[in-house]
């Protein structure tokens, strides 16, 4: 990976959204490649949009049924958020199709088809839940802000992302998620729902391991990392 941004006295925030790929299977060229890339893309897409779509249906119609339930529209926005943005990102250059990343990738975003959105246990009041949905949420969209459009589900090279959030923690994209999870997953307990999150969250640090990997080939992002410590969590991950 050669950053397009020299390295200076600011870290260089570099993530999978933002940084070429050891390995990753490049697009195509050719009119009939181009083709062939070009109707993937449409095609994926249009899948997250109905996916999203039909989600929100659902828990929009759960929150009609009990308005009190603040924390689904809050679900419905996160899930809005991370999907609904990476409609309009930028097409990469490259992406990593493998089946760990792929599957790491589309688990850790897609999950919430799986989230039982019939009421659960609460374990704390709806306001506390909604109040952390809303820390998570704020944070994304900070992260996201500091990504703009170099933003996707796949890892893949969106160009190299050297501010905002991103001095702070090396995935900071991922703190928001959390956040916003544990906010829902409160006021919802269930076995499902703990299963749901339970894999996601096992799957997101998946996610976050096999990214490291590839970009600690760099000595650009070695460096980020001697300079910005800790992945997720400070003090902890």
């Known amino acids: 990976m050669t950053p397009t941004t020299p390295l200076q006295n600011q870290p260089l925030a570099v993530t999978t959204e933002g940084a070429t790929l050891t390995g990753a299977m490049p697009a195509e060229t050719g009119n009939a490649g181009g083709w062939r890339e070009a109707v993937v893309e449409v095609a994926a897409r249009a899948g997250a949009a109905t996916m999203l779509s039909l989600f929100a249906y ?25 999907v609904g943005l990476s409609l309009v990102s930028r097409v990469p250059m490259r992406r990593d199709w493998r089946p760990f990343a792929f599957l790491c990738a589309m688990g850790g975003t897609y999950y919430f088809l799986a989230v039982r959105l019939a009421p659960g246990v609460q374990l704390v009041p ?60 409160l ?51």
Not at 222 to 234: F, L, N
């Open 126 to 185: 709806e306001a506390v839940g909604a109040a952390l949905q809303l820390l998570g949420i704020g944070w994304q969209l900070f992260a996201k802000a500091s990504l703009r459009r170099s933003f996707g589900i796949l890892p893949a090279n969106r160009g190299v992302v050297s501010r905002g959030a991103y001095r702070f923690i090396r995935h900071p994209m991922y703190l928001g998620y959390f956040i916003t999870d544990i906010g829902f997953l």
């Open 58 to 82: 659902a828990a929009i119609t759960q929150w009609r049924a009990a308005p009190s339930r603040i924390t689904l529209l809050f679900l419905v926005v996160s899930a809005c958020f991370t």
């Open 187 to 237: 006021v919802n307990f269930g076995l499902q729902n703990l299963l749901v999150y339970g894999c996601q969250f096992a799957l997101q640090v998946g996610r976050i391991v096999r990214e490291e990997r590839l970009l600690s080939a760099d000595e650009g992002y070695r460096t980020y990392k001697r300079r910005v410590r800790y992945r997720v969590i400070p003090g902890l991950f």
